[in-house]
C-alpha cells in the first residue's frame, strides 16, 4: 500500500496542483506563491473561505453524507461513474452523496472557462479574482446550490470566467491532488479530441468540455471529473450528437 501511495503521489502535476491549492485559499509551497500569499486579497479570502467551508462541511456536507450512507448504499455499491446533470459546477455535492465514485460527470450551460494565470496576473487581477471567486463561492457554501444568475453575472466580468476554477476550488477543498488536465471537444468523425490543457483565447461553441484527473484523499488510484458545457435540449441533443455517443460510451450511469 505504502509503494501504490508513493506512485501516486509521483503522477501528481505538481505545478499545476499548486496553482489550484492557491487558488483554493490553501498555502502553496512554491516561492512564487508563498510572495502572493502575503497579499491582503489571497489573506482575505483564504481566511474567509476557511471558515465558510468549516461551517459548510458541518451544518451541509455532514448531513448529507449521513442520509446517503444510511440510504443510498446499495447504489452506491454499484456506482462506478455518476452522472450529475445541471449541476454545473458542483463538484462537491456529488462527490459527498458518491465518494467512491472513480468517475463523475458534470454538464451544465456555463462555460468551461480558464485557470487562472497567477503569473501573468497583476496584484489588481489578482484581487479581482479573489473577489469574484469570494463572491461565487460564498453563494454556495451559504445555501449549498449556486444561483444561476449570481453565477452568470459573476462570469460576465471576466476575471472568472468559467466552471473549471470552480471545480479545482472543491477538488481541493475536499483535499485532493491534482494529476492532470485535458480539454475535450468534438471531432470532424463525430468523436472527442482529447488535447493537454492550454488557454482558451476564444470561447468554442457548445459543446466542449474538460476533464480532470485526480486523486482523492489517501487515494491511489486515480479518478475524473468531467465538465461539459452544453445544451441538451432536444434539437441539440440527437442520438447521434457527439455529445450522446460520449456518454453512451461511459457505460452504465448513476
Not at 28 to 38: F, G, L, M, N
Not at 107 to 121: K, Q, W, Y
Not at 188 to 200: A, F, I, Q, R, V
Request: aromatic share 12%; proline share 7%; net charge negative.
Amino acid at each position: 500500500i505504502d509503494a501504490a501511495l508513493h506512485d501516486a503521489e509521483d503522477r501528481i502535476a505538481r505545478a499545476l496542483d499548486e496553482r489550484l491549492t492557491f487558488a483554493a485559499g490553501l498555502p502553496a509551497t512554491a516561492p512564487s506563491y508563498r510572495s502572493w500569499q502575503e497579499e491582503s486579497s489571497w489573506k482575505g479570502f483564504a481566511g474567509h473561505v476557511g471558515e465558510a467551508w468549516a461551517d459548510f462541511d458541518t451544518s451541509i456536507l455532514e448531513p448529507m453524507r449521513i442520509w446517503a450512507g444510511k440510504d443510498l448504499g446499495e447504489v452506491r455499491a454499484k456506482t462506478t461513474t455518476l452522472f450529475y446533470p445541471f449541476g454545473g459546477p458542483d463538484f462537491v455535492t456529488a462527490s459527498a452523496l458518491f465518494p467512491d465514485a472513480s468517475t463523475i460527470v458534470l454538464i451544465g450551460l456555463e462555460p468551461v472557462g480558464n485557470m487562472p494565470d497567477f503569473a501573468r496576473g497583476s496584484v489588481k487581477e489578482r484581487q479581482d479574482f479573489f473577489t469574484d471567486l469570494g463572491t461565487l463561492t460564498s453563494d454556495f457554501l451559504s445555501h449549498g446550490y449556486f444561483i444561476t444568475m449570481h453565477m452568470l453575472d459573476t462570469y460576465s466580468l471576466g476575471h472568472l470566467d468559467g466552471a473549471l476554477p470552480v471545480i479545482g476550488f472543491f477538488l481541493k477543498r475536499g483535499g485532493c491532488s491534482i494529476v492532470d488536465l485535458r480539454r475535450l471537444a468534438p471531432d470532424n468523425k463525430g468523436g472527442w479530441t482529447d488535447t493537454p490543457y492550454e488557454p482558451l483565447i476564444k470561447r468554442p461553441r457548445r459543446p466542449y468540455g474538460v476533464r480532470i484527473d485526480y486523486l482523492a484523499p489517501g487515494g491511489s488510484s486515480v479518478r475524473r471529473v468531467y465538465y461539459f458545457s452544453c445544451d441538451v435540449e432536444n434539437s441539440a441533443f440527437p442520438p447521434d450528437s457527439p455529445l450522446f455517443r460520449f456518454f453512451e460510451g461511459l457505460g452504465k450511469l448513476t
